[in-house]
C-alpha cells in the first residue's frame, strides 16, 4: 500500500531498473504544494534518490532491515544534496518550510 518504488535486480535477460509508482507518489500529495518548484523536486524525487540508495548498498551486503534503514538516509543525503545544488538561493525559505510541513503532516493536518 505505501510502496513509492521498487528496484529490480539485474537478470540474464535485463538490465536492472527501478519501477516509480506515480500514481502512489502523487495521491499522497496535496496538489497547491506541486505549484512549488523545490517541492515537486522534493516531494516527487525522494523515492527515486531512495531507490538508488538502495542500489549503492547491494554491494556491501546488508541484511534487508538494515539494507531499507540506510537506503532511507542515502536517499535523505542524495535529496538534501540535490536541493542544496538547485535551489541554494531558497535554503533560508525552504528549511523553515519543511520543519513546518513535517510538524504538520505528523500532526495530520494536512
Not at 524525487?45 to 554491494?59: C, D, E, V
Not at 541484511?63 to 538534501?80: C, H, I, M, P, Y
Request: aromatic share 12%; net charge positive.
Amino acid at each position: 500500500m505505501r510502496v513509492l518504488g521498487r528496484y529490480h535486480h539485474k537478470s540474464e535477460s535485463q538490465l536492472p531498473y527501478i519501477e516509480l509508482r506515480m500514481d502512489k507518489l502523487l495521491s499522497r500529495l496535496n496538489r497547491k504544494i506541486l505549484l512549488i518548484p523545490p517541492w515537486q523536486d522534493l516531494c516527487i524525487g525522494l523515492a527515486p534518490f531512495t531507490k538508488l540508495a538502495i542500489t549503492f548498498s547491494l554491494p556491501f551486503g546488508l541484511n534487508t532491515l538494515r539494507k531499507e534503514d540506510v537506503a532511507d538516509r542515502w536517499g535523505e543525503k542524495l535529496g538534501t544534496n540535490f536541493v542544496q545544488t538547485q535551489y541554494w538561493y531558497a535554503i533560508p525559505v525552504i528549511v523553515p518550510a519543511a520543519k513546518i510541513y513535517s510538524f504538520m503532516r505528523r500532526r495530520r493536518w494536512i
